[in-house]
């Protein structure tokens, strides 16, 4: 059966087997085991180490209300309609707290 290897870590402590099926190994790099004698023994060189691309997590329910927050206070809103919508409410809510007040 053939294999293709690639070192699963940067510091090539073990290394991925994968069979022409697509079954996957993992095999340490020891000298007692046998898989990786007979990876040593196959003369077959292991890919390097790729590390995967770094993803930013997605922001929080709050982190982005918080920058929303801070965009309109700084009136970077780019969305007409938003400053229209809430210029507005606030009139409305001005006007209800005066009508309560009279």
Do not use: C, K, W
Not at 17 to 29: K, L, M, Q
Not at 37 to 64: F, I, N, R, W
């Amino acid at each position: 059966m053939a294999y293709t290897y690639a070192f699963t870590d940067a510091e090539e402590t073990s290394i991925q087997r994968t069979d022409e099926n697509g079954s996957v190994a993992f095999v340490p790099v020891a000298a007692g085991n046998r898989d990786y004698a007979a990876y040593l023994a196959s003369g077959v060189t292991a890919d390097a180490y790729v590390a995967p691309a770094y993803v930013a997590p997605a922001p929080t329910e709050h982190e982005l209300l918080v920058a929303r927050v801070a965009a309109i206070e700084s009136n970077e809103v780019s969305d007409d309609a938003v400053d229209t919508t809430l210029l507005t409410a606030f009139a409305n809510l001005v006007a209800r707290v005066e009508a309560l007040e009279a």
